[in-house]
């Protein structure tokens, strides 16, 4: 068994077991990935244990943009006063029932934010965003680092920076 990050393929990898607890993770990862992929709304990327192919965590990347307002103001002083900045949203990330407490979490946000890093190199971005649907999950955010938007303490970001700091 060999454990691989891969982009979500219809009829490759099987959505129907997934549970991670947040019935709206698991929604989506059902019923609405692959449309988004195919739309180019957002990418994902799955984590299976090859050959099995039920997922086991996935994530999903798309572009964005904030307001400079959002950003604390020591990380903003820097920054042009452009009404949106680019980032890059990792707008879902989850985890198997099955599979929690393993470090998959961790290996899927690391994964994310190295490809964030590599893609920012080409099309900029200052921050990767993550949205956080309640406490837990805001607490596994701090954890790595993310630091909260000014208004709104459920949504987080790491400045592109700080990532190629741990690379
Ligand atoms: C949050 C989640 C992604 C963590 O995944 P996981 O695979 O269980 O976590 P890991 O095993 O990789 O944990 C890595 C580290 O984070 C810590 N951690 C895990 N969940 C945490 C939480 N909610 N708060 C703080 N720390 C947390 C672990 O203790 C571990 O730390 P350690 O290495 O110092 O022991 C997973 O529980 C999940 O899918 N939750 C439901 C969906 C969700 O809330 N997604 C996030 C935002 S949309």
Not at 18 to 33: N, P, T, V
């Amino acid at each position: 068994m060999v454990l691989k990050i891969e982009l979500l393929a219809k009829g490759r990898h099987l959505r129907s077991q997934f549970h991670c607890g947040k019935e709206s993770l698991d929604r989506y990862i059902r019923q609405q990935a692959s449309q988004d992929l195919k739309r180019r709304v957002a990418t994902v990327f799955v984590l299976i244990d090859a050959p099995d192919s039920n997922i086991l965590a996935y994530y999903t990347l798309s572009s964005y943009t904030v307001d400079i307002g959002v950003l604390n103001d020591d990380f903003a002083k820097h920054l042009p006063r452009y009404p949106r900045l680019p980032t890059t949203l990792l707008g879902r990330l989850a985890v198997d029932n099955s599979a929690k407490g393993k470090g998959f979490g961790e290996l899927m946000l690391v994964d994310a934010l190295k490809k964030s890093l590599e893609v920012s190199r080409q099309i900029a971005s200052l921050a990767v965003i993550a949205e956080a649907l309640d406490e837990e999950a805001l607490g596994f955010y701090l954890k790595y680092g993310f630091l909260q938007f000014q208004q709104d303490p459920m949504k987080l970001y790491l400045p592109m920076q700080s990532i190629a700091e741990l690379f």
